[in-house]
């Protein structure tokens, strides 16, 4: 077999950006629902993009990609917040879920299910969004299986959420896209499922103490036994 090269064949390169009917079928998500969203396709130094409002008010982000490291970027002048603070605006529930991205909360959007997602996950601003859960008794928070799960786990540590968060994790998928992705027709069983199999942020914090204590005490365990510790 011949290389494209050695024959003279035109290599086909992805097209660069990523309109609104593109973005739809790649989240399996209904394109009319996406509009209500505020969803638009628009373009940015000749490239399609989709233009993701924050809210009739709030910052935009554009979707320049469906994959790779360099496919959002803001519009210029916008302070980033949490996506979907204007759904809150309207009715303020019991429960939520904090997801990390625009498709992951519109996912769950799309079967009823409250939430809001972080432009990033070490995106979390405390004085900036914590205020926003007050009043709310149950909060999911999605934990990623990569370096950016390690940085939602350490903020929850240190915000003053924490006593109602539960982590939710995902096995073998990614977030809460990817999930839905590999079986639209169960998702919603399997989201309850893992919702159920979620750690209470309380529980885990007291696993990771008894731990430490754990290893404090095989370390120090020979000289706090000693009969004569002065002496040592």
């Not at 540590?157 to 639209?184: M, N, Q, W």
């Not at 027709?185 to 942020?201: K, L, T, Y």
């Amino acid at each position: 077999a011949h290389s494209p090269q050695e024959t003279g064949a035109t290599v086909q390169q992805p097209s660069p950006g990523c309109t609104l009917q593109e973005y739809a079928d790649a989240k399996q998500l209904p394109l009319n629902f996406l509009k209500t969203l505020g969803l638009t396709d628009t373009k940015r130094n000749g490239v399609a993009c989709v233009r993701i409002p924050y809210g009739p008010d709030g910052p935009v982000r554009f979707r320049a990609a469906l994959m790779g490291t360099d496919r959002f970027r803001w519009r210029s002048g916008s302070k980033p917040t949490l996506y979907g603070l204007w759904r809150l605006a309207e009715s303020k529930p019991q429960s939520l879920v904090l997801v990390e991205g625009e498709s992951d909360a519109q996912t769950l959007w799309s079967h009823g299910i409250a939430a809001l997602g972080l432009p990033g996950a070490a995106a979390w601003n405390e004085s900036r969004d914590a205020a926003h859960f007050d009043g709310i008794s149950s909060i999911h928070v999605v934990v990623e299986p990569d370096a950016g799960g390690e940085a939602v786990k350490r903020w929850v540590s240190r915000s003053r959420i924490r006593e109602r968060v539960r982590l939710v994790t995902l096995g073998e998928h990614k977030d809460v896209s990817a999930l839905y992705l590999a079986d639209p027709e169960r998702f919603r069983e399997r989201w309850a499922a893992a919702c159920e199999a979620a750690v209470a942020w309380t529980a885990l914090a007291r696993q990771e103490a008894d731990a430490l204590r754990e290893a404090a005490w095989h370390a120090c365990r020979e000289l706090a036994c000693a009969p004569d510790i002065l002496q040592r």
